[in-house]
């Protein structure tokens, strides 16, 4: 038998991603530790059987996912951003700022809504890029969103600790022993190290606890907020949106604004993350995304409204915006509730973080691309990567301060929205049939081209030449978008896939092949997505981008130094991923 050479850029097979396989996983009555399940593969006649273990249980239902999506997005967006924003950069226009960050996140949330409704097996990015670019990228992917899983919850553990500090010296006023055992110095925290710990102690407790806790704290939170909001409504003086738009903040201060209220959003991708535990994922994920999205995008505008119409804009405080506002009108118990909410609920993000992270080590080591500790379950949950990515985290909030991290761990993140919008181009469009990888080669120079007219449009614009410059490239960038709508036809393949997948052993004859919701204007749609991402990146320090490459240079080192040797993709699934050429076969460059 003809058996394909190795290759970083083999891809996982669609049919593998089976969207029946809530009938396979574990119920709630069998072993964890030796449970197996089994898929037959028919193509052109041949039936392989393959073996999976370790698989995660079926057990979120919408609201959970809900819960999830919200309560790891809504955090320092609205008790920290808010205020910075409107101080710094837009004044009473914030809300507009907010409402633009959310047309941005929306374009990279629909195109997450699609592809979790076609691939729910988990790991969100890492999944799409795996079947549509290869093991490489799709392990890159992987350590793009360990920046926002783990890296950023340690991050969110951190400001947490500094707020406690704060809300006990300040709320309190509480003793010189406050600085002495909970600020210690040599850039030590904890009570961020206190937290990650009782986050970490609340996974391995089981997924009962950890559910029942989230949704409490989820919808907690959200009562806060709206309790904020209303109250700050209430409280309004139309005077103070006067004038709207600051003129010396103008337009470019509430686009400014944008930038920094986009990374408010973050955290929605997080239901796809755990899509593998999820009950009907193929409906309840893509309403989970989008629910999410319009629940915070119209929380966060609310919010913003809310506050610049308290106090005048220049009155309001970067770092406690809503506390303090309440604070000048002579609402001091209000005050008290809003700085006291916010140390009870933004633990919450930390736990969802850590939970996500888990289950993305989860995937990456079921693909053999980590030790294999990481996809051993107990009790419903991988105990041991949890215990490892909770002491890893632990270490990380309680000695690293994060003041220089934080453009690097946005950039991470942006590359990986701009993989998913990128995946989702590579299942619904194919290259000509006489020009194979012709899609690749465009959609890798419009990538390009949009980095490098954004770079130029924040760096240069204000030279003549820079803006010629800018022009030329955005015209480059528009033409390679019009070459992929031109000459790539839409997939013979992408809903094939979809009804491949279900008309295998376990088959639904009321489940429609169709995804359950579908992104429109392809290839527009995601395009102005990777292009607003790398605006985006555009917007921050050199530094981060640059530490961003060093991190993808050790990413890379890593895959070839263990991924590769150990992938099951390059090893024993590599003949059963030849018998499947016509959906995703190994591809060598």
């Keep these: 038998m003809f058996i394909r050479q190795r290759s970083p850029w083999i891809k996982k097979p669609f049919s593998s991603y089976d969207p029946m396989s809530s009938l396979t996983s574990l119920d709630e009555s069998s072993s964890p530790e030796t449970n197996t399940s089994h898929m037959s593969i028919h193509h052109d006649g041949t039936t392989i059987t393959t073996t999976s273990g370790h698989k995660l249980h079926r057990h979120l239902n919408l609201l959970q996912l809900i819960s999830i999506g919200v309560g790891g997005t809504i955090g320092s967006g609205i008790m920290v951003l808010c205020g910075v924003i409107a101080r710094e950069y837009a004044g009473p226009a914030t809300c507009l700022s907010w409402a633009i960050a959310g047309v941005a996140a929306f374009l990279s949330g629909s195109c997450y809504a699609e592809l979790s409704g076609r691939i729910h097996n988990g790991a969100s990015a890492y999944s799409y890029a ?9 392990f890159i992917t992987f350590g ?32 010189s022993w406050v600085e002495r055992f909970l600020q210690p110095g040599y ?11 009782l986050c970490t102690l609340l996974l391995l407790s089981g997924l009962n606890t950890s559910k029942l806790i989230t949704d409490v704290l989820t919808w907690l939170k959200v009562t806060l907020v709206l309790f904020m909001t209303i109250a700050g409504l209430c409280l309004m003086d139309t005077s103070n949106l006067r004038p709207f738009i600051p003129p010396q903040y103008g337009i470019t201060g509430v686009i400014r604004g944008a930038t920094s209220s986009f990374f408010g959003y973050l955290g929605y991708d997080g239901v796809c993350c755990v899509a593998s535990e999820a009950i009907n994922p193929q409906t309840n994920v893509p309403k989970a995304v989008l629910i999410t999205l ?14 610049t119409g308290m106090v005048p804009y220049i009155n309001i405080s970067p770092s406690s915006g809503f506390p303090e506002a309440f604070h000048v009108r002579g609402f001091q118990w209000i005050s008290q509730i809003t700085a006291a909410g916010e140390i009870i609920t933004l633990p919450l993000v930390v736990l969802i973080c850590l939970m996500l992270q888990t289950r993305l080590q989860f995937a990456v080591s079921h693909d053999g691309l980590l030790p294999k500790m990481f996809h051993e379950v107990y009790d419903g949950s991988p105990f041991k990567g949890t215990l490892a990515a ?6 990380i909030s309680c000695l690293v301060p994060f003041t220089y991290l934080n453009d690097f761990i946005s950039a991470g993140i942006l590359v990986a929205f701009s993989v998913t919008n990128s995946s989702l181009l590579f299942i619904r469009l194919e290259s000509p049939k006489d020009r194979p990888l012709y899609l690749e080669k465009i959609l890798s120079s419009f990538h390009v081209l949009s980095f490098l007219c954004n770079l130029a449009l924040v760096h240069l614009f204000n030279s003549s030449i820079g803006r010629l410059i800018c022009i030329v490239l955005l015209i480059g960038a528009c033409a390679q978008g019009w070459l992929i709508r031109w000459h790539c036809p839409t997939s013979t393949l992408s809903f094939e896939r979809d009804i491949n997948s279900n008309t295998q052993d376990h088959v639904d004859s009321n489940n429609s092949s169709r995804p359950y919701f579908t992104v429109p204007l392809i290839p527009f749609f995601p395009l102005l997505g990777i292009f607003f991402n790398y605006f985006l990146v555009a917007q921050l320090e050199p530094i981060g981008i640059v530490l961003l490459f060093i991190y993808i240079a050790l990413l890379i080192l890593f895959y070839f130094l263990y991924g590769f040797l150990n992938s099951v993709a390059n090893n024993e699934g590599r003949r059963e991923y030849e018998f ?3 959906g995703y076969s190994p591809v060598v460059t």
């Design 294 to 307: 319009a629940l915070v995008t119209g929380l966060y505008i609310l919010a913003a409204l809310s506050l």
């Design 144 to 175: 793009c969103l360990t920046l926002e899983y783990m890296i950023a919850g340690a991050a969110v553990a951190r400001s947490w600790g500094d707020k406690v500090v704060e809300w006990l010296q300040v709320q309190l006023q509480a003793g």
């Design 580 to 582: 499947l050429k016509r």
């Design 130 to 138: 795996f079947a549509t670019m290869g093991e490489l990228p799709a």
């Design 187 to 197: 850039n030590i925290s904890p009570c961020a190290c206190l937290l990650s710990m």
């Design 390 to 395: 909770g002491i890893l985290m632990t270490f």
